[in-house]
């Protein structure tokens, strides 16, 4: 093993070893318990939830065009990174200035615009299919 | 040594978009967002929590609300990258026999906690901008101590992959791969586009799914602290701001108006990413404490009930020496709101916003 390996896997393993024992170290405030339950929750939902969703999905729009499939991936994304803001849970009848917008519409008007660019992008491509190559010459 | 596809991926996983040259692209591209993410949020976590021998700066006046802003919006665009890569990889997570070796079981255990720390800190990032706390951990010291158990794991990733990176990244991608790497690439960059306004007020108008709109709240100005979480009433003519230690003086609200008055356009730059641009008039800092030791610590204090734990912060020398820095009475013209901490509050440049201090009562110079 080379030098720079060992340097690396002791600075690595340090640092996951440092981060273990502020975790510990400040117990009253990291919640180890809770900490441990999200830790793991979070990996489990993605390994054995998300993942063979999104496979199933990709199965399911196998023979789907291509701008189509990208638009759903797309949009599913943005779905998961706006769906906090949707569900409104941080909300607070004393701060409206917290999450202050219609974020259901907004999430609904955003994958439309997404749902047409993929439209378009398909129709286009269907269009460039058609279309009988150009003899050379 | 190339691996070998097992069985499983044979049969189980026929996408022809997952290869070495896809993963490794996406893993370089979240070496450099995870680091970005670790300067920026110990820039963040030692500006809150300061060892003695370190005074920050208080300029460049924006810095902290840029630094921030990167921390949290490069956060957001990362997740489409993760699982990104994830899906390229998870076929690895089946493998068999899943340990070749004692070596590959530890190099195994290191990669659970990069992709569960990696997951954790977008995911539960995710729902602290979004103002939600389904835990009973406190997310800072969780954020915090888990990013070292995160880069830790990455770095042992890293040497251990690298090899992998250097063969496969200089080779081209064959047309669907890179379609597949464009199309991750939009769905980051749409994320970035839809929240970055929070931070960045001309694209305000496109923060549609961000949680926060910097021209949205009273006066103008989003507010973090509402008077009723901090337990503040309006205050009455009874009120005075109370300079105590090296320096002693005591002003009523009246008082202060008729000192000299000063207008300064600094931004409120929330630890949670958003922030916005303000002008600001009142009282310089430094006039308050004319004659305390060029050294010295300056505290201020806020009517907050005792418990919380930013009812006080504490001014270096740079920061409170600095002609920005003032006890601000109005806000964009206006007398201060109740929830932008009327009577006075503080407001200094390049500094997060959890230290500007609402509802001052109380200036310690020590």
Not at chain 1, 105 to 132: D, H, K, Q, S
Not at chain 2, 312 to 328: K, M, Q
Not at chain 2, 336 to 344: D, I, S, T
Request: proline share 8%.
């Amino acid at each position: 093993m080379s030098g720079y390996r060992m340097v690396g896997y002791a600075a690595g393993a340090g640092l996951v070893l440092l981060g273990f024992a502020g975790l510990l170290a400040d117990a009253d405030q990291t919640r180890p318990l809770s900490w441990a339950v999200w830790f793991g929750g979070i990996l489990i939902a993605h390994d054995l939830l998300l993942v063979p969703l999104v496979l199933a999905t990709g199965v399911l729009t196998r023979r789907m065009r291509r701008p189509y499939r990208a638009a759903l991936v797309i949009g599913a994304v943005i779905t998961l990174v706006a769906l906090p803001m949707v569900l409104g849970f941080g909300r607070r009848a004393d701060n409206p200035s917290q999450l202050p917008l219609d974020y259901g519409l907004n999430l609904v008007v955003i994958l439309a615009v997404i749902a047409a660019a993929g439209f378009a992008a398909g129709t286009l491509a269907r269009v460039r299919e058609a279309r009988p190559p150009r003899p050379r010459g | 040594m190339v691996d070998k596809p097992a069985l499983t991926e044979k049969v189980v996983f026929t996408s022809g978009l997952r290869s070495e040259g896809v993963a490794a692209r996406l893993g370089a591209l979240l070496g450099i967002s995870f680091t970005l993410a670790l300067i920026t949020g110990l820039f963040s976590h030692f500006m809150q929590h300061p060892p003695p021998w370190l005074d920050w700066p208080s300029r460049p006046i924006g810095l902290y609300r840029v630094t921030q802003g990167v921390h949290v919006i490069s956060g957001l665009a990362t997740i489409p990258l993760l699982l990104a890569k994830l899906w390229a990889v998870y076929p690895k997570l089946w493998q068999w026999p899943p340990f070749r070796s004692a070596a590959h079981a530890v190099e195994r255990a290191f990669v659970l906690l990069l992709v569960a720390g990696a997951l954790f800190q977008l995911f539960t990032g995710l729902l602290n901008i979004a103002y939600t706390y389904p835990w009973s951990f406190f997310f800072p010291a969780a954020h915090y101590w888990t990013s070292f158990i995160v880069y830790g794991a990455l770095i042992i990733h890293v040497v251990t992959e690298w090899s992998k990176v250097r063969r496969s990244v200089p080779v081209p991608l064959e047309p669907a791969r890179r379609r597949f790497l464009l199309t991750i690439g939009a769905a980051s960059g749409l994320t970035v586009l839809l929240t970055v306004g929070e931070a960045f007020a001309p694209l305000r108008r496109l923060a549609l799914i961000a949680p926060r709109n910097p021209a949205i709240g009273p006066q103008g100005l989003p507010v973090n602290r509402t008077s009723q979480a901090a337990g503040v009433r309006p205050v009455d003519a009874s009120y005075r701001l109370v300079v105590t230690g090296a320096v002693q003086a005591e002003y009523s609200y009246q008082d202060l108006v008729r000192l000299p008055q000063h207008t300064v356009e600094l931004p409120i730059a929330c630890v949670e990413g958003w922030s916005a641009s303000a002008r600001w008039t009142g009282v310089r800092l430094r006039d308050l404490v004319a004659g305390a030791p060029p050294d010295a610590l300056v505290t201020v204090e806020s009517l907050e009930r005792p418990s919380g734990v930013y009812r006080t912060s504490e001014l270096r020398p740079p920061h409170w020496n600095d002609p920005l820095t003032l006890l601000a009475l109005r806000v964009n013209g206006e007398t201060l709101h109740l929830e932008h901490g009327y009577p006075l509050r503080l407001i200094a440049p390049d500094r997060p916003g959890v230290m500007q201090t609402k509802w001052v009562t109380k200036v310690v110079v020590s």
